[in-house]
């Protein structure tokens, strides 16, 4: 922008300075005021396209030469139109082009301005056009660091939160694959484990079947895009694929996303397969309620019950399966139960 910026200036200086031009130089004045808008025009043009860079500095030299050679100068008196065209134009050199060509440019200029004015002020103008110019790269040095600096940053700041975001992903993938395996397979070897010959081979063959489904994505292990999803015809579904006796109590056709809907298809799963193996009853109610933006899914039994705070933290069903799952989703999930009490599990999203 130091095109554009030098084009501004230039144009707001000469118009003062054309208000300064006596009567009788009044069509100089008009035409060196036209050759600076012409100059800006070009200034904004390049400014703006990003082309034509020497097409400027052409411009910028001739307007200051005319001014300079149009003039009628005295030893003693110097033009403030010349001499702040001069200064303007060589400190928006120095943002523009290296010192190489800035440095002989501004003192070719500073040159032709004293061969019209005279030596008798160069005590004076080459010590301030000097120091404008020195001031003027250097703010431009520092402020190229500064911002080379903040990019650097940015981009660490970037790549920071990137594999923050990967780590985060991992890890809820990693988490969700535990909590598929222990609601399958795990499960259902646990249950074999533990019952041995008195297990019926269909039961053992029914869950199997249930487990591939799900491992493969046919039974809702499959990901989906998070669009809305009506919660209740999603549980329905899950409770229709079970050997239990449910008792669907559903006040409310909640819409969720389509991931918060999954976290509670596989939670409420998770809960019924533990009524249905561990409670020793064959019946479990689901309720649904929705209100405020807030759902509330209760999934309870009235079997044999337990401690939930007994369970060793090595076992998943609970803390893997049921709570850590909604908390993934921005939920939350409470489990109750006493021995001889049965069971009640309440997931809240979001959460409480």
């Given at each position: 922008m130091a095109a554009p910026v030098r084009g501004v200036a230039l144009v707001v200086?000469?118009?003062?300075?054309?208000?300064?031009?006596?009567?009788?130089?009044?069509?100089?004045?008009?035409?060196?005021?036209?050759?600076?808008?012409?100059?800006?025009?070009?200034?904004?043009?390049?400014?703006?396209?990003?082309?034509g860079a020497a097409l400027p500095l052409v411009f910028a030299v001739l307007r200051v030469a005319a001014v300079c050679a149009a003039q009628e100068w005295t030893g003693?008196?110097?033009?403030?139109?010349?001499?702040?065209?001069?200064?303007?134009?060589?400190?928006?050199?120095?943002?523009?082009?290296?010192?190489?060509?800035?440095?002989?440019?501004?003192?070719?200029?500073?040159?032709?301005?004293?061969?019209?004015?005279?030596?008798?002020?160069?005590?004076v103008?080459?010590?301030?056009?000097?120091?404008?110019?020195?001031?003027?790269?250097?703010?431009?040095?520092?402020?190229?660091?500064?911002?080379?600096?903040?990019?650097e940053l940015r981009e660490r700041r970037s790549a920071l939160a990137r594999a923050e975001a990967v780590s985060l992903a991992r890890k809820r993938q990693e988490r969700e694959y535990l909590a598929l395996l222990h609601d399958t397979a795990a499960s259902t070897f646990l249950l074999v484990t533990v019952q041995g010959e008195d297990m019926d081979p269909e039961q053992v063959a029914e869950y199997a079947r249930r487990d591939l489904a799900v491992l493969t994505g046919a039974a809702g292990g499959a990901t989906a895009e998070d669009s809305p999803v009506e919660l209740s015809a999603s549980l329905r579904a899950v409770v229709t694929r079970g050997g239990l006796s449910v008792d669907i109590r559903a006040q409310d056709t909640s819409l969720v996303p389509a991931s918060v809907a999954l976290a509670f298809v596989r939670a409420v799963r998770e809960a019924l397969a533990n009524v249905e193996r561990h409670a020793g009853v064959d019946r479990a109610v689901l309720s649904v309620q929705g209100a405020d933006d807030r759902v509330v899914v209760v999934v309870a039994d009235r079997g044999a019950g337990f401690r939930p705070e007994e369970v060793a933290r090595s076992r998943r069903g609970i803390r893997g399966s049921v709570v850590e799952r909604m908390a993934a989703v921005g939920g939350s999930a409470a489990v109750t139960s006493r021995p001889g009490a049965g069971t009640t599990v309440r997931l809240v999203w979001p959460g409480e």
């Open positions: 200086i000469s118009a003062f300075g054309l208000l300064a031009v006596p009567g009788g130089a009044l069509p100089l004045g008009c035409t060196l005021f036209g050759l600076v808008l012409a100059g800006a025009a070009v200034d904004c043009w390049a400014g703006l396209t990003g082309r003693e008196s110097l033009n403030l139109w010349a001499l702040n065209m001069l200064t303007t134009t060589a400190i928006t050199l120095q943002w523009e082009w290296p010192p190489a060509v800035a440095v002989p440019v501004a003192a070719g200029l500073l040159g032709v301005e004293l061969a019209v004015v005279g030596t008798g002020v160069a005590g103008l080459v010590p301030r056009l000097v120091m404008e110019c020195l001031l003027a790269r250097l703010g431009f040095v520092l402020l190229r660091r500064s911002g080379r600096r903040v990019d």
